[in-house]
């Protein structure tokens, strides 16, 4: 027969275990919520934009070497002759450590791109902010609307030291355009395939119209007649477009041709 006091300790057991089920569940929610927050973090897109220095500022690259502690990031600024006449920098802080600006270098590829070294970043960064600075005269022009924001679990990581030549940067450059118009022209041959398919479909709707013309009269052998000239102005329609989008197709093959020379 089971005692008063062997009761209680059943129950006192029976809580305590259901505590730890509980605990358990709510360990696994927050873990979970964790895990999906940190699924969100992604890399940042090339072509993404920020107005810096007074002009748009568009991110090309970034990578971290674990090995010398530094972090290359390319971007390019428009073609105007006002942003020639300015001296570009950069102002890098990780994570709000310190006050201190990152110590950089800096090289510029052609007429409108940029790379830049940042140095001796703290081994354990989690997060980086990079901001463009134009110097007119005396003066940094620091007009803008954010910095470029980095976290280190969405950047590229090497082991190996950083290419520094401008010669590699230049060729990687024109690699990212070549890739860019490539992609370009996979979309622009789809798009194609597309309005071929769908003249396809509208010729086998008029060949079913047109042989059932001979079974309809008066108003009905009109409405036919009516539906068919609309779908051969459409066919035209999209002929154009495939003609246009050809012309698209060649005009980008010409770019890449022109950027391996």
Not at 207 to 233: H, M
């Amino acid at each position: 027969m089971q005692t008063y006091d062997s009761h209680k300790s059943v129950k006192r057991a029976y809580q305590r275990n259901t505590l730890l089920v509980v605990l358990f569940f709510v360990f696994l929610l927050s873990s979970n919520f964790i895990f999906r927050n940190n699924s969100k973090i992604k890399p940042m897109e090339p072509g993404t934009q920020f107005n810096q220095a007074g002009t748009t500022v568009t991110y090309i690259y970034s990578e971290y070497s674990s090995l010398s502690d530094e972090f290359v990031f390319a971007f390019s600024l428009p073609l105007s002759e006002v942003n020639a006449l300015y001296e570009y920098q950069v102002i890098a802080k990780a994570d709000k450590i310190t006050n201190e600006d990152l110590p950089f270098d800096m090289k510029k590829i052609g007429q409108d791109k940029y790379v830049v070294f940042l140095k001796e970043l703290p081994r354990k960064w989690k997060k980086l902010s990079v901001q463009v600075t134009a110097k007119d005269g005396e003066h940094d022009i620091l007009e803008g609307d954010g910095a470029f924001i980095f976290e280190r679990r969405a950047v590229k990581e090497t082991d190996k030291k950083l290419a520094k030549d401008v010669e590699h940067y230049s060729q990687f450059f024109v690699d990212t355009r070549v890739k860019t118009i490539e992609k370009t022209i996979k979309e622009t041959e789809k798009e194609i395939q597309e309005l071929k398919s769908n003249n396809d479909k509208i010729r086998a709707v008029n060949k079913q119209l047109k042989d059932s013309e001979s079974q309809e009269t008066g108003e009905e052998l009109e409405a036919i007649k009516t539906k068919q000239q609309d779908n051969e102005s459409q066919i035209k329609m999209n002929d154009d477009a495939i003609k246009e989008l050809e012309i698209k197709i060649k005009d980008n093959e010409e770019k890449i041709e022109a950027l391996k020379k």
